[in-house]
Nanobody, 115 residues
């Protein structure tokens, strides 16, 4: 059974940084496209960043130049380094793993950016 466990969320002031981590267990991590999504109250869940199993990345326009997604296949972990955080980045951040027709989600971690 595939499980995703996120960590690293919290409260930070505008301009600060956080690093989110997500560990996958129960399957072969290197097969998966890994992504970070977020959902703010009243909004739909949106893609923040995604990294393929060979390291190709793409980002939402709103986070380009501030966020960096990376993966460590030896540790079954995907990271999201978030710099220069803004109040509009406040949301629950979810880790996602995708392989063929299989999609898995973590439980989410809260990120709150105060102005």
């Amino acid at each position: 059974q595939v499980q995703l466990v996120e960590s690293g969320g919290g409260l930070v002031q505008a301009g600060g940084s956080l690093r989110l981590s997500c560990v996958l267990s129960g399957s072969i991590f290197s097969l998966y496209v890994m992504g970070w999504y977020r959902q703010a109250p009243g909004n739909e869940r949106e893609l923040v960043a995604r990294i393929s199993n060979v390291g190709n990345t793409n980002y939402a326009d709103s986070v380009k130049g501030r966020f960096t997604i990376s993966r460590d296949n030896a540790k079954n972990t995907v990271y999201l380094q978030m710099n220069n955080l803004k109040p509009e980045d406040t949301a629950v951040y979810y880790c996602n793993a995708h392989f063929l027709n299989y999609y898995y989600w973590g439980q989410g971690t809260q990120v709150t950016v105060s102005s």
